[in-house]
Structure formats: structure tokens, C-alpha cells
């Protein structure tokens, strides 16, 4: 399964911690933040991971995360 968010994630620090944090959660994961992007976006590919927790961590950790269309 492949989904991409749009966030506001802005430094490549942000961007690493919030993949470290990704792949905690979802070991086995391929996760990237696209910074050069205009919808910085993050994307997750992997067997076991749900959308809805994903929107919700990068959110508890202060940046905007939403499903991109």
C-alpha cells in the first residue's frame, strides 16, 4: 500500500525526525518527505501502516498532514 500526505514539514531536520518516527511505528516501511515539493509532501509505502495514525502523529508533533487527492 502507497499513500501521500501534504504537510507543512519546512527543514530536512523536521523531515528526518518525522521519518524516524514513522518507521518506530512501522517498521519495515519506506518512508520520504519531499521538500522541494510546493505540498512538502510525505510518503509511506509498506503492508502495515494506517492512514489515520499517520496523519495523527505527524500532527502531534505540530505540522499540518492531510491525505493528498
Do not use: Y
Not at 531536520?13 to 521538500?35: C, E, T, Y
Not at 510518503?43 to 487527492?69: D, N, W, Y
Request: hydrophobic fraction near 45%; include cysteine; aromatic fraction near 6%.
Amino acid at each position: 500500500m502507497i499513500e501521500v500526505f501534504k504537510t507543512n514539514i519546512q527543514q530536512v531536520s523536521q523531515a528526518k525526525k518525522m521519518i524516524a518516527l514513522l518507521l518506530q511505528h512501522f517498521p519495515g516501511s519506506r518512508v520520504n518527505v519531499d521538500l522541494h515539493d510546493c505540498d512538502k509532501v510525505l510518503r509511506i509505502e509498506g503492508c502495515h501502516f494506517l492512514p489515520a495514525t499517520v496523519m495523527m502523529l505527524v500532527k502531534q508533533h505540530g505540522f499540518i498532514c492531510s491525505i493528498l487527492e
